[in-house]
Structure formats: C-alpha cells, structure tokens
C-alpha cells in the first residue's frame, strides 16, 4: 500500500503564491507518474499539473505560465508552485501518484487539501 501525504494550501489573495507538497511512503514500490488534481464546488475534477519520474511535466492550459511542478524522485515528493493564483483556482487540490508495487499497478490518492484565493 502506498500513502500520499499533502501540506500546504491555505487563504491567499489574488495575485498570491502557495505551495503544496505531497510525499509518498510506503515499502516496495515505484513511482512512476505523480502529480495533482483539483475539483471546486459544483464542478468536474480538473487535472491540474502532472511530472514523470524522467522530468517530463504537463500543465491544464488555466494553470500555464502560473503553476510549476517539482518533484524529488529520490525521496517520492511532488510539489507545486502557485503563482499569480486566481479567485478561479479555489478548489480542494489532491495529489495522486501512479506506479507499481509488487509488480501491480496502483494509483493511490492524497487526502486533499483546501486553497481558498480571496480577497
């Protein structure tokens, strides 16, 4: 079993920055593609930003220029920037990570973490 830990997010004005971070741990396992989603009320999940274990990263077109990803293959964290964050970008962000452990796939799922862009 492979557990994603998020931190980060919080209340920010527009024009503000954040960051979130999200560790997987668990024993046997590989990562291959990490990366976050979010979802806002009364709308569809959105995939927010994603990066493979080579470096290649993508981005929703509504994040370009604004958001960047990170990730730390070593230690299985991923983490993104938020940039020049919009009223627009208030969801629930959750990290998920795609890999295999004991030669299965598996996708597990951070427990979600709350940005609130507000004046």
């Known amino acids: 079993q492979v557990q994603l830990v998020e931190s980060g997010g919080g209340l920010v004005q527009p024009g503000g920055s954040l960051s979130l971070s999200c560790t997987a741990s668990?024993?046997?396992?590989?990562?291959?593609?990490m990366g976050w989603y979010r979802q806002a009320p009364g709308k569809q999940r959105e995939l927010v930003a994603t990066?493979?274990?080579?470096?290649?990263?993508n981005f929703a077109d509504s994040v370009k220029g604004r958001f960047t990803i990170f990730r730390d293959n070593a230690k299985n964290i991923v983490q993104l920037q938020m940039n020049s964050l919009k009223p627009e970008d208030t969801a629930v962000y959750s990290c998920y990570a795609d890999g295999w452990i004991s030669s299965s796939d598996f996708r597990s799922w951070g427990q979600g973490t709350q940005v609130t862009v507000s004046s």
């Open positions: 668990g024993s046997s396992f590989r990562v291959n593609t």
């Open positions: 990066v493979t274990t080579g470096g290649r990263t």
